[in-house]
C-alpha cells in the first residue's frame, strides 16, 4: 500500500518539471528576450545569463533550448527566413510592390531590427555561421516574396516572360535594404515608396 500511494505522489513531482522544459511560453520568453538583449547590448557582450534575467527564467532553461549563445541566436535569425515575407497578391504589378515595401520598411525601420541587423552584419565578417544564417533571413525570406511578385506580374503579361529574374530581384530588393539598412536615415523621404515602386516597375517592365 505504501508503494502505490508513493507512486502518484512521485508522478505529480516530476510533471511540472517536464512540463516546464517544454512550456512553450517560457520559449518564446526567452526568444523575446534575446532580442531585447541584442539590441541593448550587442551579440558580443549579449550572455545567456543576461537573456535568461531578461525573460524572468533560468539560466537551466536557456540552455535546455539551446547550447550556447550562438545557436540560440542563428536559431532564431534561422526562423525569419522561414516565417518569410506574405507574398502581395493586389492584382497589380505596382500594387504588390507598394505593400512589399510597406511592410518591409516597417520590419526595417523597428528600433530593434534597426539595432540588431547591423550588429549581427558585423558580426557575420568574423563568423561564417552567423553569416550563413542572416544570408538566410535576409535574403531567402524576401526572395520568396520578391519572387512571386514577379511570377505574378509575368503571368499577367506586366512583365516580360524572358525578363532576367536575378536582376529583377535585386531591382526589388536593393534599394530599399540600402536606404534602410546601409544610409540609415532617420526617416524615409516624403513619397519616398511611392517613387521607389514608379521607378522599380518601369525598370522591371524595361527588362
Excluded at 16 to 27: F, H, I, K, Y
Excluded at 43 to 71: D, P
Excluded at 85 to 92: C, W
Amino acid at each position: 500500500m505504501t508503494t502505490n500511494a508513493d507512486t502518484p505522489q512521485v508522478k505529480r513531482r516530476r510533471t511540472p518539471a517536464g512540463a516546464a522544459v517544454l512550456r512553450e511560453e517560457v520559449t518564446e520568453a526567452i526568444r523575446a528576450a534575446v532580442f531585447e538583449e541584442l539590441a541593448a547590448v550587442g551579440y558580443a557582450r549579449m550572455s545567456i545569463e543576461g537573456v535568461a534575467r531578461r525573460a524572468g527564467v533560468g539560466k537551466t532553461a536557456v540552455y535546455r533550448r539551446w547550447r550556447s549563445k550562438l545557436h540560440l541566436v542563428l536559431d532564431l535569425v534561422s526562423a525569419v527566413a522561414v516565417q518569410g515575407l506574405p507574398a502581395p497578391d493586389t492584382g497589380s504589378l505596382e500594387g504588390d510592390l507598394c505593400l512589399l515595401y510597406e511592410v518591409t520598411s516597417r520590419a526595417l525601420r523597428h528600433p530593434v531590427a534597426g539595432q540588431i541587423i547591423p550588429d549581427l552584419q558585423a558580426e557575420a565578417a568574423r563568423n561564417p555561421d552567423i553569416a550563413q544564417a542572416m544570408q538566410k533571413a535576409l535574403r531567402e525570406g524576401q526572395q520568396s516574396a520578391a519572387s512571386g511578385i514577379v511570377a505574378a506580374a509575368v503571368a499577367r503579361g506586366e512583365i516580360h516572360d524572358g525578363a532576367d529574374r536575378d536582376l529583377a530581384l535585386d531591382l526589388i530588393s536593393g534599394p530599399l535594404y540600402w536606404r534602410t539598412l546601409v544610409v540609415r536615415s532617420p526617416k524615409l523621404p516624403k513619397g519616398y515608396l511611392e517613387g521607389l515602386v514608379r521607378a522599380t516597375a518601369a525598370a522591371l517592365r524595361g527588362l
